[in-house]
């Protein structure tokens, strides 16, 4: 579906009852993205990152569509949402939790048949305790810290668990991961480093298949791609580096309706604290989603939407519910009550957004709010 029809639909959507704001979202889409990013890295293969309700976007119809595509990877943060993620996915699917291995949670992983990301030498010792006392081999992934000093086994416990890995009968290793602080940033010299440590690492475990890159690192080149990516943000339309043009497809469509417009004099004061004042006479129009839908209050006096690619700036401050714009621009009669203005579409991409907002792509899209209908392509 070209962008042109995404946006006719979003449109035939004004015929529907009830919801005040449509999140649009192109499985379609989806799906070329996830066969873009399996060619950018062949003969390498490519997970997806369906953490935090696949960014927002319903990890059930996302996970569904790629496994359809092809997709036999899923990594998810917590144990949870692996779990609920497990019902729906036929067992040819590897489901792995980045969050790692909580105490207490090893029999309903290993029962659940749910890859844990191994984060430390006490996570693996857990886990491979579990797998003698169930009298199984349990499968990993392996992830060490490369410089990000977040997740992952620490260089000091490298060479202990190298040991404990050569007596190690009881756990399979699916893969050696690490995660870029920086992918985005192609001239940042930190994924050089972190690529160097990972070298060195996958020299120590070596025979062990290395996974890598996100989003961003599937498009820093053929070294960084190893044996598996897992990009997340570029399947869902997010653009994989900064500042280039975005080679993915838009998958998010969302458009929200009026719900009051009015003519106010020069002088007037809009919205919450008075804090904008009208310079001259302006049409404004109240839509119905504010920032308890994911439009951040640092929109507020900064951001727009569009309305037949009429950018219609934001006035004054984001309300919870609401958000007032200037439909100055528009001749007059253009826009009614139920009238669908769009927030993200082919006039206003989520980087725009962000941006305005003073925010990044995955804050946006991870935080579009429970009260839009959505409606899967
Ligand atoms: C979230 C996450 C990803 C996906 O990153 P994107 O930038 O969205 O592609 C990959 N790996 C890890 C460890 C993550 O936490």
């Known amino acids: 579906m070209d962008r042109h029809a995404l946006h006719i639909q979003g449109r035939e959507a004004e015929a529907g009852a009830g919801a005040s704001g449509y999140l649009t979202i192109d499985l379609a889409a989806l799906r070329r993205n996830y066969q873009k990013l399996s060619a950018a890295v062949a003969p390498a293969t490519v997970a997806a990152v369906v953490k935090a309700d696949a960014y927002g976007l319903g990890a059930q119809q996302v996970s569904k569509a790629l496994h359809a595509q092809g997709c036999r990877q899923f990594f998810v943060a917590h144990l949870a949402e692996a779990i609920e993620l497990r019902s729906l996915l036929p067992n040819d699917t590897q489901i792995?939790?980045?969050?790692?291995?909580?105490?207490?949670a090893e029999i309903t992983c290993a029962?659940?048949?749910?890859?844990?990301?191994?984060?430390?030498?006490?996570?693996?010792?857990?886990?491979?305790?579990?797998?003698?006392?169930?009298?199984?081999?349990?499968?990993?992934?392996?992830?060490?810290?490369?410089?990000?000093?977040?997740?992952?086994?620490?260089?000091?416990?490298?060479?202990?668990?190298?040991?404990?890995?050569?007596?190690?009968?009881?756990?399979?290793?699916?893969?050696i991961m690490s995660h870029l602080a920086c992918a985005d940033e192609v001239d940042n010299k930190q994924n050089a480093d972190q690529l160097a440590e990972m070298r060195l690492i996958a020299a120590e475990f070596a025979d062990l298949d290395v996974c890598f890159a996100n989003s961003g690192g599937v498009f820093l080149g053929r070294d960084y791609h190893g044996a598996l990516?897992?990009?997340?943000?570029?399947?869902?339309?997010?653009?994989?580096?900064?500042?280039?043009?975005?080679?993915?497809?838009?998958?998010?469509?969302?458009?929200?309706?009026?719900?009051?417009?009015?003519?106010?004099?020069?002088?007037?004061?809009?919205?919450?604290?008075?804090?904008?004042?009208?310079?001259?006479?302006?049409r404004l129009a109240t839509i119905a989603a504010g920032y308890a839908d994911g439009l951040p209050r640092s929109l507020s006096d900064r951001g727009a939407v569009f309305f037949d690619g009429v950018r219609l700036p934001i006035v004054g401050r984001v309300s919870m519910d609401s958000i007032t714009v200037d439909i100055t621009a528009l001749p007059e009669g253009t826009l009614s009550l139920g009238s669908l203005v769009e927030v993200l579409g082919p006039h206003q991409t989520l980087e725009d957004v962000a941006e305005a907002a003073g925010t990044i792509s995955y804050e946006i899209l991870t935080g579009l709010g429970r009260r839009y209908e959505r409606r899967y392509r």
């Open 96 to 104: 792995a939790v980045l969050n790692g291995l909580q105490p207490g």
């Open 111 to 175: 029962k659940a048949n749910i890859v844990p990301v191994l984060n430390s030498l006490e996570q693996f010792r857990r886990w491979s305790f579990t797998a003698q006392k169930l009298g199984r081999v349990l499968p990993t992934v392996l992830q060490f810290d490369t410089g990000m000093s977040r997740l992952g086994v620490p260089l000091q416990e490298r060479t202990a668990l190298a040991a404990v890995l050569k007596d190690c009968r009881s756990i399979e290793i699916l893969f």
């Open 229 to 282: 990516s897992r990009p997340g943000i570029a399947l869902y339309g997010g653009a994989p580096i900064a500042g280039r043009p975005n080679p993915i497809e838009p998958v998010v469509r969302l458009d929200v309706a009026v719900i009051q417009t009015r003519t106010v004099p020069a002088g007037t004061r809009v919205g919450y604290g008075g804090a904008h004042v009208t310079s001259a006479e302006t």
